[in-house]
C-alpha cells in the first residue's frame, strides 16, 4: 500500500489529506439505499401525483404508458421561477426571494434499477433530455447558473427508488463554482490555455489515474480526489457546457457514464452516490467570451461511502483515505 500524503487540487486550489489505512472499512460500510416509500410518484401511470410535465420523450423501444423520460417541476421546489428577485438589505444583511428554477428529470420508467443496468440509448436520451432544459433555462436573463445533480441513494440523499436527476437555476454564482471559475479565468490570463484541458493531457500522459476513455470522453480519478473513489467525467474537446452537442457525443458520454458507473457498484458494493454537472455559469454578458475560453464542463461522481467529518464542514479540509492511483486501478480491472 502507497503511503498518505498531501496533495492540492489544481481546479479547485484546496489541499486533501489521504489516509490509504481506512479505505477497507469504508468499502465494508457502502451500500446504495433509498428511502421506502409505499407509492413511488414516479412510475408510469402516476403522472398525477407529479404535476404536469414541462417536456416528455417518447422512445417506442423502452416506453411505458406514453413516455421515456420526462421532465416536470419539483413538488417542494427550492427555487421558484414565478418570484421577482427583489434584492434588498436588512441593516447589514443581502436578501432575495427565492427566484429560480427547481425541476425533476425522470429519466426512465423503470423502477428500482440501478442506473448502468439501463441501455446505452436509454442514458442518452436521459442526458439528452437534461441538454434540452438546459438550453431553455438559460434564456431566462434573470438566472446565472444552472446546477444538475443526481443524488441516487438515502446517504446521498436519494429520496425515491427511482433514476431522477435534479436541475436548478439559481440567481447567483454558488460559491464553490466561481471560486473554480476564478482559478480557471486566472490560469487561462497568465498561459492562455484551459487547465482543464491541461489536466487531461497530464492525465493521459501519467496514465496512473485514469479508469476508461473514449474518443470524446475520459474518466479518471482527480489528483487530489476529495473524496474516495471520486471520478470525473471530462470531454476531451474543450466545451464549456452540455448544451448542442450532437446525438454521436452524447452517445458516447453514455457509453463511457454506463462503464463507470458499472464499475462503481461492481466494486465498491453498489454505494450511495452524488453525480454533479459542472457548467459554466450563464448569462454573464461581458466576460462570458473569456468564461467560455477558460471554463471546460465536465462531469463529478462522489461515491458516498463515508460520512463528512468535522474538518470538511468548517474548515474545508477533506481527509481521504483512498489514493487516486489505487482507486483508479482497482476500478480499471472491473471487467464488463
Known sequence: MIEGNLRRDPLNKCWVVFAPEKVNTIIQQSSEKEAKFDINPYLPGLEYATGKDILRRINPAYADKGWSARVFPAK??????????????EGLYDTMA?????????????????????????????????????GD????SRFRYILVTKNRGLDAGGTINHNYSEIKAFPFIPPIIQYKLDNCIQYYKI??????CDIIDQELSDRKRVIVENDMFIAFCPYASRYPFEIMIVPRKHRNIFEGPNEDVVKELAKIAKTVFYKIRMALNAPAYNSVFHFQPVNSRESEDLEAKA???HISIIPRMSNIPSEMIEAGIFVNPTLPEEAAEFLRNIRD
Do not use: Q
Not at 76 to 89: A, H, M, T, V
Not at 116 to 121: G, H, K, V, Y
Open 76 to 89: 417542494n421546489p427550492i427555487l421558484k421561477i414565478e418570484s421577482e428577485k427583489n434584492f434588498r438589505g
Open 98 to 134: 427565492r427566484l429560480g428554477a427547481h425541476e425533476v428529470v425522470v429519466e426512465t420508467p423503470k423502477s428500482d434499477i440501478n442506473f448502468d443496468r439501463l441501455s446505452i440509448e436509454e442514458i442518452a436520451d436521459a442526458y439528452s433530455i437534461i441538454m434540452d432544459r438546459i
Open 137 to 140: 433555462l438559460k434564456k431566462d
Open 191 to 196: 498561459k492562455e490555455r484551459c487547465l482543464v
Open 295 to 297: 471554463y471546460h464542463w
